[in-house]
């Protein structure tokens, strides 16, 4: 079942702070988080595990709350190079080894200067 | 990056006729995955590759077939196209045992138009 992520949107001005929550009805193993400049390929940013420690990367980072099965990226001090679709791809526990994952459908974030 | 060519780039093609899209490789990984992208879905999981000859179904497979006869290639071939499979499409790499811990890698995709 596909994670759901929220919000859909968000506009931020460069500097401002945001949240982007993903969440899942199934218990979670492992959440990968991608970013999607229109046009473009999606680029892998992080990866968390359950159990696992907070990630960062340059001033984007995430968090995995194992009792919520949900996972926050925050977008801190935010550039406008963080400009772009973010997505969640999600493997939930007890399914098979395979690395396959459900994505959610993104969200979009627009920094303006 | 992990080397990942996608061809075509862009297609338009008729309702009814074949299509084959590849992609390659150069960075030996094991897994390879196809997804289409359309708004308001996010990616979805056509098929997938465990190994040389090994593929199996994805979450959205109907209409779709595949092939991997080489490590660095996998084919999506649509056997008779419909516009409901109009999309971007993208391939992706994985390496390792299709280990959790590692990313997909992801080509530039494939903007398939069915008139």
């Known amino acids: 079942q596909q994670p759901v992520q929220s919000p859909q949107a968000v506009i931020l001005r460069e500097g401002e702070d945001a949240v982007i929550n993903c969440s899942s009805s199934?218990?979670?193993?492992?959440v990968h988080w991608y970013r999607q400049k229109h046009g473009e390929a999606p680029v892998f940013l992080m990866i968390?595990?359950?159990?696992?420690e907070q990630k960062g990367h340059e001033k984007i980072s995430a968090s995995f709350n194992e009792k919520k099965q949900q996972s926050s990226l925050y977008l801190t001090a935010s550039q406008l190079s963080y400009s772009g679709t973010y997505f969640c791809?999600?493997?939930?526990?007890?399914?098979?080894?395979?690395?396959?994952?459900?994505f959610g459908a993104g969200t979009q974030v627009v920094v303006t200067p | 990056d992990a080397g990942i060519t996608q061809s075509p780039r862009h297609k338009v093609t008729e309702t009814g006729t074949p299509v084959t899209l590849r992609c390659h490789q150069t960075?030996?990984?094991?897994?390879m995955y196809w997804y289409r992208q359309d708004p308001g879905h996010g990616l979805r999981l056509i098929h997938y590759?465990?190994?040389?000859?090994?593929?199996d179904k994805g979450e959205v497979s109907d209409g779709y077939s595949v092939s991997r006869s080489k490590t660095e290639d996998f084919l999506l071939t649509l056997e008779s196209a419909t516009s409901s499979q109009t999309s971007v499409y993208f391939c992706?790499?994985?390496?390792?045992?299709?280990?959790?811990?590692?990313?997909?890698?992801f080509g530039d995709g494939t903007r398939l138009s069915i008139l």
């Open positions: 199934k218990a979670l193993y492992s």
């Open positions: 960075e030996n990984h094991r897994y």
């Open positions: 791809g999600t493997k939930s526990e007890g399914t098979d080894s395979w690395g396959k994952l459900q």
């Open positions: 992706a790499t994985q390496m390792s045992q299709g280990d959790s811990n590692q990313p997909q890698h």
């Open positions: 590759s465990y190994g040389v000859k090994d593929t």
């Open positions: 968390l595990l359950k159990g696992g």
